[in-house]
């Protein structure tokens, strides 16, 4: 469930590579030195507060010249080539975050990711003209710039924004405040509702890839925290439907999804491969699965505080789950261990 087939030709997602993103600041730099670029803005919002992609709204906000031109100065800012060169660029995983690392998504790989292409590329699906709908900024999730260079595909860049009461707390070098009337946005004044956003890109999203520089921001406008939920109660039913005869006192694992630390314990049940485990623990499998689980994972000294509580019965061949070990439980389902073995490193990531 985790994953959308993907639907759209090789030819048309462009590969990621430091060459790549850097090739996007050129046509940044030499657009604006042509002036061959249209800019759309947009806030990005929940209805009614629910924050799920189902409702995901935008509106449309007109912008004098200067403000246009910073989207494309942002844009450069963000990816100069010095940073990007220094930074590590990685497929986007739900359960890293590192420091110095650009990400990407093919958008085809997260239903959410997908749908808000979709939505956006779509005629019918038509933003707001009336600002009025974003009330006080508590339901707004972001700011979008639709950027068009002459003939390409055009690129969505997307912003962060707080409230002024928010923003003016940060001490931040440069960005922009503005304000909001009832259809752009203006320069200050004491009449309107005062909003910031800072100096760099937090993702933007070209040619069927979003290029990922702030992760949390990635999560927050795309409502990722409601698909990962989504997708960890399905794995998890299937795990009690598919694997009873493997997994014992699995039906105590809901709980796991609430109180402390749940955020955790959710994204490593949403990250599983239920097909994966299939093959792992079918009749064929089984026996070499737990033997590779005993001596690559149980019995490595590395592991032995990561696996704690993980109570693993090689003559049954059954894995108990306990509130104890859940995060070893989480861990062994999901892989991560038998990656990092597979590359002869012998630490849990």
Request: aromatic letters at 12%; charged letters at 30%; a negative charge.
């Amino acid at each position: 469930m985790n994953l959308v087939e993907n639907e759209e030709s090789k030819d048309e997602v462009k590969t990621v590579s430091a060459d790549s993103i850097n090739g996007d600041a050129e046509l940044f730099k030499k657009s604006l030195k042509e002036n061959n670029y249209s800019v759309s803005f947009y806030f990005e919002y929940s209805k009614n507060g629910m924050n799920n992609m189902e409702n995901f709204a935008y509106a449309n906000a007109t912008l004098d010249d200067d403000t246009s031109k910073s989207m494309l100065q942002r844009f450069i800012y963000t990816f100069k080539e010095s940073k990007v060169n220094k930074n590590q660029i990685q497929k986007f995983d739900i359960l890293k975050n590192n420091r110095d690392t650009i990400y990407y998504l093919n958008k085809n790989e997260r239903a959410n990711s997908k749908s808000l292409v979709k939505k956006l590329e779509d005629d019918n699906f038509v933003p707001s003209e009336d600002l009025t709908v974003l009330g006080n900024l508590e339901n707004v999730k972001g700011a979008i710039a639709k950027v068009c260079i002459g003939t390409n595909s055009p690129y969505y860049l997307f912003m962060k924004v707080d409230n002024f009461n928010a923003f003016k707390k940060k001490r931040l070098s440069s960005g922009f405040m503005g304000n909001l009337t009832n259809d752009g946005v203006e320069k200050l004044d004491d009449n309107h509702l005062y909003f910031g956003i800072k100096n760099n890109i937090s993702f933007y999203y070209s040619q069927g890839v979003y290029i990922i520089n702030t992760h949390s921001d990635f999560e927050k406008m795309l409502f990722l925290s409601s698909e990962y939920d989504a997708v960890a109660k399905d794995n998890i039913k299937h795990l009690k439907t598919d694997f009873s005869n493997v997994f014992k006192n699995i039906d105590e694992i809901d709980k796991g999804l609430e109180g402390k630390s749940s955020s955790i314990f959710t994204r490593m049940m949403a990250r599983i491969s239920l097909d994966s485990l299939k093959e792992r623990f079918n009749e064929e499998n089984i026996q070499q699965t737990f033997n590779d689980i005993d001596k690559e994972i149980i019995n490595n000294k590395k592991f032995h505080d990561s696996f704690k509580g993980l109570d693993i019965d090689k003559k049954d061949l059954t894995i108990t789950y306990s509130e104890e070990g859940k995060f070893g439980f989480a861990a062994l389902l999901s892989d991560r261990p038998a990656r990092t073995i597979l590359l002869k490193r012998d630490f849990l990531e």
